[in-house]
């Protein structure tokens, strides 16, 4: 039977270290065009939704949204999971695949590996990282986390903590046996690898890294892991910035 596979991008014009940065032009075009087109071309995914509020803030993201032509929900601003779970309900998800709009190097190859891994293990959540004191083995800012909406209603109905509601899925994976969950790990563990953008400084390597690319989405992680090992020069700028933990605000 066909499952309508649903990739929710959530995003939000606030941030402490880099305000508006979903919106922070990346060799002309908005750092959220690139997120959104590049998970568009995961194999695997039916439709991409951007997950934003209804904060007034956030209406520059709607209406890049609407001029691209692509679906846009507006929920809660604190209450993420509230805001993946209405938004997955509208678009009638029967999987929910989600992305961080901090994140224009996400993989669309390592998105289809991740749903492939919940289709063909039969669990309820899969992730190609698991944040501390869990692992990670693929580069901050491809971080990809799916779930099946059954397991994500069970979430919205039941995790109270502020951590659960705002992060919105630990409450599929914090407690060992609660849900079944499977992890995709590389062979090689390149964790320690920054491709996020949090800061003005990760936003000066991405653009490098696009630049580089003239622009093009077309290429994968592997891609940019051999720009990183023949330009390490490249990637220098943001060495040593902590990534933020589910536990800071």
């Known amino acids: 039977m066909p499952r309508n596979i649903v990739a929710i991008i959530q995003a939000r014009m606030g941030s402490t270290r880099l305000p508006g940065k979903v919106l922070k ?5 908005p750092m959220l065009w690139y997120v959104v087109e590049r998970t568009k071309r995961a194999k695997t995914v039916n439709q991409v939704v951007v997950a934003t509020t209804t904060d007034p803030k956030d209406e520059s993201i709607s209406s890049f949204c609407k001029a691209q032509g692509y679906p846009v929900y507006c929920g809660s601003v604190q209450d993420v999971l509230d805001r ?3 938004a997955a309900k509208e678009y009638l998800a029967d999987i929910v695949v989600r992305i961080t709009s901090d994140c ?8 289809d590996t991740t749903v ?3 289709l063909e293990h039969d669990v309820d959540f899969a992730a190609n990282r698991l944040p501390p004191p869990f692992t990670r083995t693929f580069p901050i800012g491809l971080d990809v986390e799916v779930c099946t909406f059954s397991a994500l209603e069970k ?5 109270s ?6 992060h919105v899925m630990p409450y599929l994976y914090e407690k060992q046996g609660r849900f079944k969950v499977w ?13 996020t953008v949090d800061t003005p400084a990760d936003l000066e390597v991405i653009r490098k890294v696009f630049a580089h690319f003239s622009g093009r989405i077309d290429f994968n992680w592997q891609d940019v892991l ?16 902590v990534q933020k933990t589910l536990f800071d605000h």
Do not use: C, M
Request: aromatic share 10%; proline share 7%; net charge negative.
């Open 25 to 29: 032009e990346i060799q002309g075009r």
């Open 183 to 195: 992890q995709v790990n590389n062979p090689v563990d390149y964790g320690k690898l920054r491709w």
């Open 226 to 241: 051999a720009l990183n090992e023949n330009s390490p020069e490249i990637f220098k700028t943001n060495v040593g910035i």
């Open 161 to 166: 903590s502020q951590h659960e509601r705002e």
């Open 84 to 86: 993946y779970y209405q």
């Open 104 to 111: 224009p190097l996400v993989d669309p190859g390592l998105i």
């Open 116 to 118: 492939n891994a919940l």
């Open 155 to 159: 979430a919205w109905h039941e995790a």
